[in-house]
């Protein structure tokens, strides 16, 4: 009788040292496995919130056409300012006498933050032209006040809205770079080709088309979109 109650005041006193190891080893497990869930979502979260971001422009984008005679803003983006690429020289030229597009839509956007992508963690290349440098540190924000590039050519060239005839395919802003939205590193002026194209297989966009719709999209498939615009 005695040795039973022994144990039962042992058992009452808590948990055994090989126990609370096993517990231990549960939580770290669970943990190990849940983090990268929580991690993803997060990711996902603020993709969707830059996404909106950008719808919220482009809508800002045709409340000025309303007022300019249906014509696309003249104004660069953050990329046009410091790594101007594909321009002639009287292109070049007219480009760097704009004003920057945040500067342009002032009044017709809400709020500065709306072209601050949550993601923004600047960018070292020009994506779309690798290995063109374009270091934009420690945000595209923090540099030029805008986390996205803009179609500078709908504006430059005075295009009028109207006159598009597949908007649906006509990129107008975009993520200035893509691997905000994974985890894969940052392209940078070092990497080889063969790198630059590794990483960008796990890159992802936010474009915001001309006829007003957003969609995420893989490098090649942003890619195709400029092309077709």
Request: charged letters at 20%; hydrophobic letters at 40%; a negative charge.
């Amino acid at each position: 009788m005695e040795e039973g109650r022994t144990n039962a005041c042992r058992r009452a006193g808590g948990f055994s040292l090989p126990e609370v190891l096993v517990v231990i080893s549960i939580i770290v497990i669970l943990a190990g496995l849940l983090f990268p869930v929580f991690s993803e979502a997060r990711v996902s979260a603020k993709s969707t919130s830059c996404a909106s971001n950008i719808g919220s422009l482009v809508k800002g984008v045709f409340l000025y056409a309303s007022d300019y005679d249906d014509r696309f803003p003249a104004g660069k983006d953050c990329l046009d300012k410091y790594s101007a690429v594909g321009y002639s020289a009287e292109g070049l030229a007219k480009l760097r006498a704009e004003p920057l597009i945040p500067v342009v839509l002032d009044p017709y956007v809400r709020s500065a933050d709306l072209y601050k992508c949550p993601l923004d963690s600047g960018l070292a290349v020009v994506e779309s032209d690798f290995p063109t440098a374009a270091t934009l540190t420690p945000t595209a924000f923090s540099a030029c006040g805008m986390s996205y590039e803009y179609h500078t050519a709908l504006g430059i060239e005075a295009v009028q809205l109207s006159s598009l005839t597949n908007p649906a395919s006509v990129v107008l802003l975009e993520d200035a770079a893509g691997h905000w939205h994974g985890f894969e590193p940052k392209a940078d002026v070092k990497d080889d080709h063969a790198s630059f194209a590794a990483k960008t297989r796990g890159y992802r966009y936010n474009i915001g088309f001309t006829d007003g719709h957003v969609k995420n999209v893989d490098y090649d498939v942003k890619e195709s979109a400029w092309r077709a615009g």
